[in-house]
């Protein structure tokens, strides 16, 4: 399934990271698609006027807000940064179950089991910490008294920054919420042309757009044609597949959305090192997890 290349900001468009005021927000800050007005200098600092024509939910508002901003936050002019080496490093506790991936949607949730997975939506599969410098590995070791194993990740999705991540987690939290509807309505007995029919009546354009300013910043795009598709057969193989089993409990899981899109665009993780995004909370991971994989609840 490929995804299509094509232009996605207007050339007066920008994309700008604003920070939330939302109370019990998934983050602290969300990317917009913002309409460039001017840009002056006021104090010796280079500012811009805005209108902001996207809201967190990724939908275009009616009547755009007017702001404006250093040039700092505008991330579309940040240049794209690559990542070596392409691993990262697994920290575990039970020596049973050395390398175990996480983050497995438990099917017998009956209670929006895809949105209850996972608080940051980055996954499900192996999670870990990026080094830059080895020799912080030993120090790390002993301060947390685990068994520590390297994961390779060659074709890992690099993300850029804080705000890169907080779009990676509003995309597919979205994402998730949205599917766990679709879910609701769908049995054993739905072809995958009725999902397709009945994700085609429900809009995803939003989806669209989220997933496009996370992809921005690797310049990349997607259409709505090929995000239907992998939505639809995300939710037929969630009907459909029981190939999935726990490794401690035997329940039936299933792998969260991002994995469907990350690896149908050619991703076999991510990876991360900013202080945000690669830490014990987050973290990199890599989707070629193991034979031991576990499902999960998210953290409140």
Excluded at 83 to 101: A, D, K, Q, T
Excluded at 107 to 113: D, E, G, I
Excluded at 223 to 235: P, R
Aim: proline content about 3%.
């Amino acid at each position: 399934m490929d995804a299509v290349s094509t232009h996605f900001l207007n050339y007066n468009e920008c994309l700008v990271y604003i920070k939330t005021s939302q109370p019990f927000a998934d983050v602290t800050g969300a990317t917009h698609i913002a309409r460039v007005i001017r840009s002056f200098i006021e104090d010796d600092r280079l500012l811009f006027e805005l209108q902001v024509l996207t809201d967190i939910d990724g939908d275009f508002v009616a009547i755009p807000e007017t702001i404006v901003i250093n040039g700092d936050v505008i991330v579309s002019n940040r240049s794209w940064r690559d990542m070596e080496p392409r691993l990262f490093y697994h920290f575990s506790e039970n020596i049973n179950y050395p390398v175990s991936g996480t983050r497995f949607v438990i099917k017998n949730n009956l209670n929006q089991p895809l949105e209850s997975t996972t608080r940051s939506g980055l996954g499900s599969g192996v999670y870990g910490i990026y080094l830059l410098n080895e020799s912080n590995l030993s120090s790390l070791v002993t301060e947390s008294n685990q068994l520590v194993y390297p994961i390779e990740c060659p074709d890992a999705y690099i993300v850029q920054d804080q705000e890169h991540g907080e779009s990676i987690t509003i995309a597919s939290l979205h994402t998730n919420r949205y599917l766990d509807r679709i879910i609701m309505g769908v049995s054993k007995e739905t072809t995958i042309d009725e999902i397709a029919s009945l994700i085609h009546m429900n809009s995803i354009t939003n989806l669209v757009t989220l997933w496009n300013i996370v992809l921005y910043r690797t310049q990349e795009y997607i259409s709505q044609t090929w995000l239907e598709d992998v939505l639809a057969s995300y939710v037929f193989k969630y009907i459909q597949d029981a190939s999935l089993v726990d490794s401690i409990n035997g329940e039936i899981i299933q792998e969260l959305p991002i994995n469907d899109i990350m690896s149908n665009l050619g991703y076999d993780g991510l990876l991360a090192d900013d202080a945000y995004n690669n830490g014990w909370d987050r973290g990199c991971v890599s989707y070629r997890y193991g034979s031991i994989i576990q499902g999960s609840n998210a953290r409140y």
